[in-house]
């Protein structure tokens, strides 16, 4: 959501929030070479997000 929003930014010539907002994400990822980068999940944390919900079928 982060990155898509200092992209929107980014579309609009603000140059300076969405350098901000990409560096904050570069500081919060997880680099393993394995792994490349990603970023921990806030499950642990107790976020929930709509995206995170399991889905009934409708019949």
Do not use: F, V
């Not at 393993?32 to 990603?38: A, H, Q």
């Amino acid at each position: 959501m982060q990155a898509m929003i200092a992209l929107s930014l980014h579309r609009t010539d603000d140059k300076t929030t969405p350098a901000a907002i990409i560096k904050s994400l570069k500081e919060n990822a997880i680099i393993k070479e394995e792994m490349g980068m990603y970023w921990k999940e806030y499950t642990e944390s107790g976020r929930y997000y709509w995206y995170q919900a399991l889905l009934k079928p409708r019949r």
